[in-house]
């Protein structure tokens, strides 16, 4: 398994993480906890050893299974990462009752890697107004998290803000071959490597979206290497970055467990062309794509019943993979609820979305694309 060093903390966890954020699900929509396990149990004893996860993840479900699912091994042969959610807490105090939880949640007795989670502007507000470094880094000297950090989404002043405040042990970005040039991008990659913030990566496959193309964008990459996956190029593109420490892939099935393995066991630094060739499937892609949802569902749920993601998932789709037919037949099919003509034009959505879509303006034009 290969594995990246972090001078600045002296560790070497193994490149690819497991993101704990997309678990199979069973008929009642809870995490399939069997072929979950199994899907961890494949990954750490094959060498990964960075576990991500976070209060909120599947309904807050994620913590409890995957604190289960991790006693089985030395607590010493893994490092674990959690989230504090900044958007819950309105004091230090209960940013402080949170974080007891989540140890209890995990059983464990102290957290690796500890981030402020999804920090934005006002985000970064709140935790200064009620001094929530100070209580991290008590954490911290208490032993209860042994790096602190931060994940991020929003533009890139405000990353170089928060950067700059603070002596950070790591953050984390979301980066994609598609998508270095939104958010903090490549120029918040470019500032970690100034500061030696070490780096870690997620959405590294938006979502799954760079793992299943259109068959002429398949057809190039399989034309230049036809062992290759689709997905690997795009853990490649961001794990071949030196300041890159890790790439957190949020695996659905026992099949893309194996798939990263292979990729990760055997992996090879992109060459030249090979960047020329991601650079000319960027090109295509974003000619194509109408909005940059990833479908994290950091926006839902909607308060009348819009199934925000799967809607821009349907609309994309139309485009990207010219597959018009079908993916009105998904949207027309959707039940009446969750339909984007459900839309209030709220805004409590766009305030959570991590993208800062304009996601009211987008359901619109979802209408727009059915009547058509």
Not at 98 to 119: G, P
Not at 194 to 218: C, F, H, Q, R, S
Not at 304 to 313: E, L, T, Y
Not at 338 to 350: F, I, L, P
Request: aromatic fraction near 12%; include cysteine.
């Amino acid at each position: 398994m290969k594995k990246k060093r972090f001078e600045k903390l002296g560790i070497e966890p193994s490149l690819l993480g497991f993101g704990c954020m997309r678990f199979p699900l069973n008929e009642d929509g809870n995490i399939d906890e069997n072929e979950a396990e199994k899907m961890i149990d494949k990954a750490i004893t094959s060498g990964v050893s960075y576990i991500d996860t976070a209060f909120p993840y599947h309904n807050g479900d994620s913590e409890p299974f995957v604190g289960k699912v991790l006693k089985k091994y030395n607590r010493e042969d893994f490092f674990l990462a959690t989230k504090l959610p900044i958007w819950n807490v309105s004091s230090k105090e209960e940013a402080e009752k949170i974080f007891l939880d989540q140890l209890k949640r995990l059983d464990v007795d102290y957290v690796d890697f500890y981030l402020l989670h999804a920090l934005d502007r006002d985000k970064w507000a709140k935790v200064l107004e009620y001094d929530i470094l100070d209580l991290c880094e008590r954490f911290r000297d208490e032993g209860k998290i042994r790096y602190f950090g931060f994940s991020f989404h929003d533009e890139y002043p405000v990353f170089k803000e928060i950067l700059e405040y603070h002596d950070w042990d790591f953050c984390q970005l979301q980066l994609n071959y598609l998508d270095m040039d939104i958010q903090a991008g490549m120029k918040g990659y470019l500032l970690t490597e100034k500061y030696n913030i070490p780096l870690i990566v997620m959405e590294p496959i938006k979502g799954g979206a760079l793992a299943n193309l259109p068959e002429d964008i398949t057809e190039k990459f399989k034309n230049y290497d036809s062992e290759a996956s689709i997905s690997s190029w795009a853990l490649r593109y961001v794990a071949s970055l030196p300041n890159v420490k890790v790439v957190l892939s949020g695996m659905s099935t026992y099949e893309q467990v194996i798939n990263n393995l292979e990729t990760f066991e055997n992996f090879r630094y992109l060459n030249e062309d090979e960047l020329v060739l991601i650079q000319n499937v960027k090109d295509t892609l974003k000619s194509r794509t109408q909005n940059g949802c990833t479908g994290c569902g950091y926006c839902m749920p909607c308060p009348f019943g819009v199934d925000i993601p799967a809607n821009f998932k349907h609309w994309n789709n139309a485009y990207v993979y010219n597959q018009h037919h079908k993916s009105k037949e998904n949207l027309e099919n959707m039940p009446v609820e969750k339909k984007a003509e459900n839309c209030k034009k709220c805004g409590s959505c766009e305030k959570m979305c991590p993208q800062h879509l304009p996601i009211r303006e987008d359901l619109r034009r979802v209408c727009e694309y059915l009547k058509k």
